[in-house]
């Protein structure tokens, strides 16, 4: 079955401070895995997925199979960086990609 | 820069009545879905609709659901017969393509169910 947890529904730091939020995941076959954002009355918007491998807002996420997790770090928090973030997970098929499924979300708060 | 607009952005109505959620996608994406969020809650599957088909639904849309995309524009969902249980926000998203698994989302309409 596909599931994706996050085991903090809250998470406070500091700013200034390095903020990992986890995800784990189960999944039969060959996922994507996402995070997703969502600012204070404003939409869910993407933040980043594993297969770019890239930075965004100072944000990094590493898909780790043999642990099944895709761990959110930012070396150190700002207090824009305040939102719910939902860790996501697609399917992957050989030519699509299946629906997401979104885990309960982590709602971080940067203390200034 | 395009985005998925969805109205109305809260709606109030009584349990039993009939509810239509509007959406309109991003124009050139293929891929349309329905996702809702329950206070406190995750943000759950309802369905996908590609082709002018559902191409999945999940178990909570059941008879009392449907979708539609009757102009080549608009994507709704109708709730035919509310119950409190479907108070929700309910939220839109689209997909440009099969190439990738990214959701771009609407602001999402709030259902409150009385």
Redesign the interface.
């Known amino acids: 079955a596909q599931r994706v947890t996050q085991p903090e529904k809250l998470l406070s730091v500091f700013k200034g401070a390095p903020v990992e939020l986890k995800c784990n995941y189960s999944y039969s076959g060959s996922p994507?895995l996402?995070w997703y954002v969502q600012y204070s009355r404003?939409?869910?918007?993407?933040l980043l997925?594993h297969i770019s491998r890239e930075s965004i807002k100072g944000f990094t996420a590493d898909l780790n199979k043999g642990e099944t997790s895709f761990h959110l770090k930012k070396p150190f928090a700002q207090e824009e960086d305040s939102a719910m973030y939902?860790c996501a997970l697609?399917g992957?098929r050989r030519?699509?990609?299946?629906?997401?499924?979104?885990?309960?979300?982590t709602s971080l708060s940067v203390i200034p | 820069e395009p985005?998925?607009t969805q109205t109305p952005s809260h709606q109030v109505t009584q349990m039993g009545q009939e509810v239509i959620l509007r959406c309109v996608p991003i124009s050139n994406h293929l891929y349309f879905?329905w996702?809702r969020q329950i206070l406190g809650?995750?943000?759950?599957?309802l369905v996908?609709f590609y082709n002018n088909e559902i191409s999945?639904k999940s178990e909570i849309f059941d008879d009392q659901f449907s979708v539609e995309r009757p102009d080549g524009s608009n994507f709704t969902l109708k709730i035919r017969s509310t119950k409190l249980e479907d108070s929700a926000m309910y939220?839109c998203a689209s997909?440009p393509s099969?190439n990738?698994?990214?959701?771009f989302?609407?602001?999402?309409s709030r259902l409150t169910v009385l």
């Open positions: 994507e996402f404003q939409r869910l918007q993407l997925r939902y697609s992957r030519t699509s990609y299946d629906k997401v499924i979104f885990g309960p979300g | 985005e998925v879905y996702y809650q995750k943000v759950e599957f996908s999945e939220f997909r099969h990738t698994g990214e959701l989302f609407g602001e999402g």
